[in-house]
């Protein structure tokens, strides 16, 4: 149909003539309400933009004194962080003398390595960063 043909017709209708394909020969118009349009093509952006959510780091603070049932306790919330694809970071901070003890710390660390080995993958060991050590978890594919 021509292009002069298809403006009348969509003027008559009450509506608007939209180029779908112009990369094309001969190019793709089609006759509809282009606001209609533009706001169904933002809901569906707005819906995929929810969908992307994740990719968040979250961060897990523990000390030599955290005991084996709080740590537990922390692991099944961390669990579901990995679930929704964020990534964990564990700090074990040492707080005055704790700092002579650095191997406890390692061993938290460790135990905390172990119970998430099922669900997260290590993505920087324990590395002592100041006054902390820090380990970086991220979700399995």
Partial sequence: ????????????????????????????????????????????????????????????????????????????????FLKDGNSLKFSLIFRGREVTHIELGYEKMNYVKEQLKDFAKVDQDAKRQGNSLVMILSQLK
Wanted: hydrophobic share 35%.
């Fill in 1 to 80: 149909m021509g292009t002069s043909k298809a403006l009348a017709l969509a003027k008559e209708m009450g509506l608007d003539l939209v180029e779908v394909s112009p990369t094309v020969f001969p190019p793709v118009c089609r006759i509809m309400d282009f606001g209609k349009h533009l706001y169904r093509q933002r809901k569906v952006e707005q819906k995929h933009k929810a969908h992307q959510k994740g990719g968040e780091i979250k961060g897990i603070r523990l000390s030599i004194r955290t005991d084996k049932h709080d740590i537990d306790v922390k692991l099944s919330k961390c669990k579901e």
